[in-house]
Every structure is written in structure tokens, then in C-alpha cells.
């Protein structure tokens, strides 16, 4: 478990299904990561999450205070094979409160000290200008857009300096 101002991480396991299944059925978190997705569809996804070379850095985000699951947050694998990768997803109920960046700060840390990391890259929709301004505002910088996915997607990265 990670252990941070407002939140805790715990790694990720099997009798999270229910909370991930959350965050795949609301539309608004899924608006720009490909929409909500069928049972078999989240149940291989999740699969894949449980699975990963990188299991140990897939984590679900609990309220310090009121143990209330808020989302998740992980660092695996790029699209390019190479790079390190930070995603998350957060229930609507926590967005706009400091949370997203509190934890994303916490894990590229996390990233550079305990797994030695030189670089964290995250990739988001464009059009998803609440996760851009997230990205910049934790001091990842924008590298520049790609297609991917039908969407025009901006990456960012942040290095260990």
C-alpha cells in the first residue's frame, strides 16, 4: 500500500472487479477513453490489468478518511513498447478536488524513486482539456499530438531530473 496525503493505494486484485466495473460503466469517465465497454469486454480488460508484467504498479485509490474507493491509477508499459506509461481513472464524485493531482504527483514519484525510472509519459484525448491542464499542472510537459484510437491524442511526459 502507498499511503499519501488524502489517499491510499493498494495494488490492485481480484476482489476489485466491482470497483473497476465502476469506472467502465459511467460514461463520463469513459467519454474519452473509448466509451463504456460490453462484459466481455471489461472482463478481458481487467484480466489484462491482474496479468501484466507490471501487476505490481496497478493500483486502486481509496479516501484516507472514508474509505471510499475513488479509482485507479497505474504505471505499465507504453504503446511504444519502451516507455513507462501513467493512467488513471477517477469516479465524477472526486473530480475537481485536488485528488487526481495529489495521487498522480504521488506515483510518477513513486516511479522515479522505488521502480528508477527516468521518464513517465501519459497519453490523453485532446479534447479531454480537464486531463491536459491535470498533466501540465504536475509538471509534465507537452510533447506534441498523435491519432490513436479515432481521436487526436496529446502526449505528455514528465523526466527525473
Known amino acids: 500500500m502507498v499511503t499519501i496525503e ?6 490492485l486484485n481480484k476482489d ?3 470497483r473497476i ?26 484480466n489484462e490489468m491482474l496479468h501484466s508484467s507490471n501487476k ?4 486502486t485509490i481509496f479516501n484516507k478518511s472514508t474509505q471510499e474507493f475513488m479509482g ?7 504503446h511504444d513498447g519502451v516507455q513507462t506509461e501513467i ?6 464524485e472526486f473530480w475537481g478536488k485536488g485528488f487526481a493531482r495529489e495521487v498522480i504527483k504521488a506515483v510518477i514519484q513513486y516511479g522515479f524513486e522505488t521502480m528508477g525510472l527516468d521518464k513517465v509519459v501519459a497519453e490523453t484525448q485532446s479534447q479531454n ?4 491542464r491535470l498533466l501540465i ?3 509534465m510537459r507537452f510533447e506534441g499530438t498523435i491519432q490513436r484510437f479515432g481521436n487526436e491524442q496529446s502526449i505528455f511526459s514528465i523526466s527525473n531530473e
Open 6 to 11: 488524502r489517499c491510499e493505494l493498494h495494488i
Open 16 to 18: 476489485d472487479t466491482y
Open 21 to 46: 466495473k465502476k469506472l467502465y460503466d459511467d460514461d463520463r469517465v469513459r467519454k474519452y477513453l473509448g466509451g463504456t465497454v460490453s462484459e466481455e469486454s471489461f472482463t478481458h480488460r481487467f
Open 56 to 59: 505490481e504498479h496497478y493500483w
Open 72 to 78: 485507479m491509477v497505474f504505471l505499465d508499459t507504453y
Open 87 to 92: 493512467g488513471y481513472q477517477f469516479l465524477p
Open 129 to 132: 482539456q480537464a486531463s491536459c
Open 137 to 139: 499542472s504536475v509538471g
